[in-house]
């Protein structure tokens, strides 16, 4: 896909009232993000989750076991790594069929209730499957991230989804652009206690440093 083409496809999505065109990207309106596809969500600040993705990979050892929620960073994840040999858990079909081809990887996809919107599963039995199961390290974006009120979400159910796994991980990675700070959404998913480290796309402000310094939470930004 060219810029191009990029650019044209968020100039019609903007017209429509999908998202906000911002200075270096653009944002899905909160007003509508719980029914954005994940179509339209992969064509936005593509370049940003290319760079968080490309922090997350060394972040996986051999022998890991993963978990990677439905969100379009988590696919750009899961793009970069068929060639590891770990185990993937996700509710996300598109990550399941991306990976579904490599030999290296151990896949379990968490079936569902599906939702054609995120192409991933919800409901109770996800809920409950996602209990049976413990990760090494967990990658869990959201739909905005504030100071006081934590890591929220536009969608209830993939916040429950997102809570379960950042219980059940030893390490969980929070990877969030630019777009998504200072900002509240629907449902909590978790304080920013809850996480280890978070993933950027480009340095944060001072205040935002100091905080997670305060927090004991890693920050994993670009060198360049």
């Not at 076991?65 to 996700?90: E, G, P, Q």
């Not at 209990?131 to 209830?156: P, W």
């Not at 991980?169 to 978790?190: C, G, M």
């Amino acid at each position: 896909m060219t810029e191009e083409t990029i650019r044209r496809d968020l100039q019609l999505l903007e017209e429509e009232g999908f998202l906000k065109r911002i200075y270096g990207g653009a944002y899905i309106d909160e007003s509508v993000q719980s029914d954005a596809s994940v179509s339209l969500r992969e064509k936005i600040l593509v370049k940003d989750k290319e760079k968080i993705a490309k922090e997350c990979i060394p972040l996986i050892k051999d022998g890991d076991s993963i978990f990677l929620d439905s969100s379009t960073t988590s696919l750009y994840i899961a793009m970069k790594i068929a060639k590891k040999r770990i185990s993937v858990i996700t509710n996300s079909l598109k990550i399941a069929m991306l990976l579904s081809s490599s030999e290296n990887i151990k896949l379990f996809l968490i079936g569902g209730v599906f939702d054609n919107y995120s192409m991933s599963f919800l409901g109770g039995s996800v809920l409950q499957d996602m209990k049976r199961y413990f990760f090494d390290k967990a990658f869990v974006s959201c739909s905005s991230v504030h100071m006081k009120f934590g890591i929220t979400d536009s969608n209830e159910q993939q916040a429950e989804i997102r809570r379960i796994a950042i219980e059940h991980s030893n390490r969980t990675f929070l990877v969030v652009d630019h777009t998504k700070f200072n900002r509240t959404s629907f449902s909590l998913i978790a304080p920013l206690s809850s996480i280890d480290a978070m993933v950027v796309n480009r340095p944060l402000s001072d205040e935002w440093t100091n905080l997670l310094q305060e927090l004991n939470i890693e920050l994993i930004q670009p060198t360049s």
